[in-house]
Structure formats: structure tokens, C-alpha cells
């Protein structure tokens, strides 16, 4: 099979293109023709050797966690899943695998896709859409009726961010630049500030601000909270929590407990996937550097056949 790989640390090019065996599915695992994969910006970290310590990998590493797919075989104790089922998911980082025809993975780790939904939509969804739901509800603690700020709206994690935060009765204040203003309202936004003119900081009385960016940007956002106030950070580990507001970071570990209900909100028309760009396979190298920017619209997505 094809696949994207690297033999050694470093920025996207070093990303080679060739074929890789692939072994047999295990008891518990299915074997899933990749269709359509989708690039996070761990993806990025990963392959420059930023995160040796959380997700040490082995070379050569084919990388890529978010697919969609169709299962062609799966092991011996799979009863959920038989070849031919359409589905979507995530692998470990460690593992990766996601860039290419095929790959290997636990049957735990994958969902059925349903029929309204493209392998494009589906590949999009399991780390920006989990990532979104466990930050705003279950490290953030987000209710009905509360303000939230969203930083980054217009990224895959962001995105996804708006729409629960608004499906879920909260008010939402969301920064973007300027071309993306529009957008991120369309999505749900209550306020979008455009960071690059105006200064969030003014904000008050906020009950939870996500951030995406860190630095600065989270250094500006403890100021903008009520008393009691929380920040879930998906980018600072070492944040604390001070005497009068809550500062906790947000590890996703584990796509599956939010694929059924990505797949429920998608079917009662709730979720929109906004797309940035699709490349081919062969063009990996480039789906990464666009996410390297810093400055995707929504998700980038490889799709395996040209
Ligand atoms: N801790 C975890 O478990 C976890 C899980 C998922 C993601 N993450 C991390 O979370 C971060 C965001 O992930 P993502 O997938 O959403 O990234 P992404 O899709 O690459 O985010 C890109 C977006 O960030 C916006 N942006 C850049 N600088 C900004 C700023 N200063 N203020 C506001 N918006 C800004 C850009 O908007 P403009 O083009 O309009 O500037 C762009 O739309 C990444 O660092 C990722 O590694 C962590």
C-alpha cells in the first residue's frame, strides 16, 4: 500500500512517499481502506519530535491519527463491525497510521459513519470535535445561559467549539481575524472579535474561556473572567489555577466516547464541518505545512485516491 512516512524528526518535508506492508488485524482489531484522513496540528508536533516524551514513536512512522474509511477485514473476536461497513476514527498518536491506503487499528477506536455523512466530514470530526467537547464540558464545565470565550474559532478544535458551546445554550464570544468573522458567526457566535484589531481583553465577566493559542493570548485571558472564572487550555500544561479563578489543561486521550454523538448531532443537522483544503496522498507534505501556518479555516484533509 501507499503511505506517508518519516525515518527521522524534522519540519513536513521530511516526509517520504512510497509503499509499507501492512500487518493482519489482531483478536480485537479491523483492518479499514482508508479513504479520506484529516491533519492536526499534533500531527505537526509529533513528526518535529515535540512530543517525544507523551507519544514516544518508532521510524519509520507513517503519521496521522483521523480517518475515514471502509473496513476490509477485521480479527477474530470483532462482532461489531464485519468488511464493507463505512466508519471513521481515531488511532493513538502513537500508532499513527492514518496516512495511507490502509491501516490497522482496535475496533474500539472506530464508528460507524452514516450514509448522509462523507468520508471528508467524517475524517474532520474525531480529534477537533472531541477535543471541543471534552474542553468545554468536561474540563470546562460549561452550563446553559454562561459566557465563553473560544479562541482560534475559525481552527478545526475552534469550529467545532462554537456550535457545541451554542447548541448547548451558552452565549458565545469567539476571536478570529478578519476574513473569518463572518464564518465563526455563521456557526453560532454571539461576538466575534477580531483579534487582530480589536483587543479581547476588554472583555468582563466571562465564565470559561477555551484556549487554543497559549502565550500571550493566554496570559490577556484571566483578566476577562467573573470571579470563580475557569480557563481550559489545550496547548499549556504547566497552567495553575489562582486564588480566585480555575486553570486547567485539557489532554484528549481517546476520540470514542464522542463518535456516536459527533454522528447524532451531524444527523439532526447540528454540526457543520468546515473544510480548508484537500490534498492528495502525494501531496501529504503540503496538507502539513498548511496546518504548520497556524492559519487553517477549519480542516485540512488528504484523501487517498486521487
Ligand atoms: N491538549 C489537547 O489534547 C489538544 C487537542 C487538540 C488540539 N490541541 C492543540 O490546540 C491547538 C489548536 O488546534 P486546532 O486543531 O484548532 O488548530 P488549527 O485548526 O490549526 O487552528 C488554526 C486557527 O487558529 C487561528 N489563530 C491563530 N492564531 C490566533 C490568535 N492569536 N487568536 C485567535 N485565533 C488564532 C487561525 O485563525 P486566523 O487564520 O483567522 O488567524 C486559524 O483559524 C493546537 O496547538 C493543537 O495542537 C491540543
Known amino acids: 500500500m501507499k503511505a506517508a512516512f518519516i525515518g527521522a524528526f524534522g519540519a513536513p518535508d521530511v516526509i517520504t512517499l512510497g509503499e509499507r506492508d501492512l500487518r493482519a488485524p489482531g483478536a480485537a482489531e479491523v483492518s479499514v481502506r482508508v479513504e479520506t484522513a ?5 500531527d505537526v508536533k509529533i513528526l518535529a519530535g ?6 514516544p514513536i518508532e521510524f519509520p512512522y507513517v503519521p496521522g491519527t483521523d480517518f475515514s474509511g471502509v473496513i476490509d477485514a477485521v480479527g477474530a473476536e470483532v462482532t461489531q463491525f464485519k468488511p464493507g461497513d463505512r466508519v471513521f476514527g481515531r488511532t493513538s498518536p502513537n500508532a499513527g497510521g492514518a496516512f495511507a491506503q490502509r491501516l490497522v487499528v482496535s475496533a474500539e477506536d472506530v464508528c460507524l459513519m452514516p450514509s448522509a455523512m462523507s468520508a471528508e466530514q467524517a475524517a ?4 477537533a470535535f472531541g477535543t ?6 468536561d474540563v470546562g464545565r460549561l452550563q446553559r445561559g454562561q459566557r465563553v470565550l473560544i479562541h482560534a474559532a475559525a481552527g478545526g478544535v ?3 467549539a462554537v456550535q457545541l458551546a451554542h447548541h448547548a445554550g451558552a452565549h458565545v464570544v469567539a476571536t478570529a481575524s478578519g476574513k473569518n468573522v463572518d464564518l465563526v458567526k455563521s456557526l453560532g457566535a454571539d461576538e466575534v472579535i477580531d483579534y487582530r484589531q480589536q483587543d ?5 465577566d466571562i465564565d470559561l474561556v477555551l484556549d487554543t493559542v497559549g502565550q500571550d493570548t493566554l496570559a490577556r485571558s484571566w483578566g476577562v473572567l467573573r470571579a470563580g472564572g475557569r ?5 499549556d ?3 495553575r489555577s489562582t486564588a480566585t479563578h480555575v486553570g486547567e489543561s485539557v489532554f484528549f486521550a481517546s476520540a470514542t466516547p464522542f463518535l456516536a454523538q459527533a454522528v447524532q448531532m451531524f444527523q439532526q443537522g447540528q454540526l457543520q464541518v468546515i473544510t480548508d483544503a484537500i490534498f492528495p496522498l502525494d501531496e501529504a507534505r503540503s496538507a502539513l505545512e498548511k496546518v504548520a501556518t497556524g492559519h487553517a479555516r477549519g480542516k485540512v484533509l488528504i484523501r487517498m485516491s486521487p
Open 158 to 160: 475552534g469550529s467545532m
Open 124 to 127: 474532520a470530526l474525531p480529534t
Open 38 to 42: 484529516s491533519v492536526n496540528p499534533l
Open 237 to 239: 500544561f504547566s497552567i
Open 231 to 235: 480557563i481550559a487550555t489545550l496547548v
Open 132 to 137: 471541543a467537547q471534552q474542553a468545554l464540558f
Open 200 to 204: 479581547f481583553a476588554a472583555l468582563r
Open 50 to 55: 515535540y512530543l517525544q516524551q507523551v507519544f
